[in-house]
């Protein structure tokens, strides 16, 4: 028996997010230590330093490789979750081990692409969709890794869901511009705010822009609903940090990756919520 389309997009895309995945490990990896270089270079600039020449270092270059040995990690070790499965999660060449965040991260997008899809089915909204999970996927572990939200992912973000919305694909254009403006202003109103009280940052520029993204997606309304849920997350996590793991109230944790979880489950689940907030 034929599968629908729809059937059909979602396993497809099950797969596809399994190879994005993989692509979004080298993203989280490398694109904090190519910010780091450009900073460094910008400062020598700025002092009248000249640096050294560095190889190409990028998001293709140099080829992925074992950070023990760095022997090149040929095609076939390379297969998203099966190739770390069938090495027994070591190099093929030094035996070193493997970081079992890899496949994780290459099935957690796999699952959530094909989450998505079968959500929203075939069409402009499917494929939007899909792109905007790839995107808190990897925004999610660099800002857990370095506490960064590269401008260069979350300003094209941005961009992306009010061309999207110029069809109101998610959100009538006039709420997603509403909402990518109070997105980006209500959380630097709080930063201040909590700044100017305390003397001490709460949160990073890249939180605003993160959540006007959303703002750009899935307009104003959802912004209520992400703040809510993204806090209460971040309370919860954050509490059981300083209780089970005794880290002190000082240490930094990152906000985007509650933004991302809320803003994912607003993508899916948002006019529900917003029924029932009366925000309708």
Known sequence: ?????????????????????????????????????????QAAEFEGRTLAPQAPYNLWRPPSQCPAC??????????????YLALRGRCAHCATRISPRYPIVEALTGVLSFWVATHFGWGLAGAGALVL???????????????????????????????????????PLRDAVMGA????????????????????????????????????????????????????????????LILLARRGRQIPIPFGPYLALAGFLALLYGPPIVERLGLG
């Open 1 to 41: 028996m034929p599968l629908s389309p729809d059937a059909a997009f979602a396993l497809m895309a099950g797969l596809v997010g399994l190879l994005v995945g993989s692509f979004l490990n080298v993203v989280i990896h490398r694109l904090p230590k190519m910010m780091h270089a450009q900073w460094a270079a």
């Open 70 to 83: 760095g022997a090149r990690v040929a095609a076939l070790q390379n297969i998203p979750v099966i190739s």
């Open 133 to 171: 999970t790839w995107y808190l996927v990897a925004l999610s572990f660099i800002d857990a890794d370095t506490t960064l939200l590269p401008d260069s992912m979350t300003l094209p973000l941005l961009w992306l869901g009010l061309l999207l919305n110029l069809d109101a694909t998610f959100a």
């Open 181 to 240: 403006c109070a997105g980006y202003l209500s959380l630097w109103l709080v930063y201040w705010a909590f700044k100017l009280t305390t003397g001490r940052e709460g949160m990073g520029y890249g939180d605003f822009k993160l959540l006007a993204a959303f703002g750009a997606w899935l307009g104003w309304k959802m912004l209520l609903p992400i703040v809510l849920l993204s806090s209460l997350a971040g309370a919860i996590v954050g509490i059981g």
